[in-house]
């Protein structure tokens, strides 16, 4: 998996890619107590990103040209992310 610019999280030996994932970083003041001291805890975590899109359809009053006009974005839209996938 090299050559990519991608997250990889990797656990017990096996390599998993995340694509263009995210990494979150939490951080918590924990107050002490009578056996535990105060502390401050990091937390790191690789988690993927989901692509976040929306499509606009635009919409016409005669049912026909409205139909014909989706059918056809929709088509354009299905090509392109056809085109996509075949990259990877």
Not at 9 to 21: D, S, V
Not at 42 to 56: A, N, S
Request: proline residues 3%; contains cysteine; positive net charge.
């Amino acid at each position: 998996m090299t050559g990519r610019e991608t997250l990889i999280k990797e656990a017990l030996g096996k390599q998993e890619a995340l694509g263009c994932g995210k990494i979150v970083v939490k951080v918590a003041f924990q107050k002490g107590t009578k056996t535990q001291p105060k502390r401050i805890e990091i937390t790191v975590e690789l988690m993927p990103d989901y692509q976040k899109d929306y499509e606009i359809i635009p919409f016409h009053r005669d049912e026909v040209a409205n139909r014909r006009r989706s059918q056809h974005l929709w088509q354009n839209i299905l090509r392109s992310r056809l085109s996509i996938w075949k990259m990877w």
